[in-house]
């Protein structure tokens, strides 16, 4: 059965672009409940552990120098069937390819900085969340 939780990340250029309420705002709209959110920085140890699962990937050094580039907003959305529907929501990985009216065609530049993150299975949604929150933090 498909989980009910994904982790989102607006990316560094978005917040600082000024972009965060109106994603925020197509989230609320898209049916997704906020159970946890932070503002915060990554250092490059923080973004390599986070994107640890790219490490040997040629774009690795790149992706964590601009993921922890600036403040982020880091959140946890809730609906049913929450990965597959916001993976919908936000778009194909290249904003260039992603479809109309999707967050990373709306508010993305290139593949770094394509506004959003997304998990992409329910295993990673446990694992982005447990990374950025504890039971504490979630509502
Ligand atoms: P994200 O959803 O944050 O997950 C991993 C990130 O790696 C992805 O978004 C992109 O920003 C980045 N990425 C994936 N593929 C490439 C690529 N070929 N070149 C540069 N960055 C990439």
New binding site residues.
Partial sequence: MAGNKTLT?IKPYAVNDGYIGSILSRINDAGFRITAMRFTHLNIKDAQAF?AI?KDKN?FD??TAFMSSGPIVVAILEKDNAVADYRKLIGA?NPEEAEEGTLRKLFGRN??A?AV??SDSDENADIESNFFFSKMERF
Avoid: S, V
């Fill in positions: 990340i994107y790219h774009f790149r992706l990985t593949m770094e394509n993150h997304g």
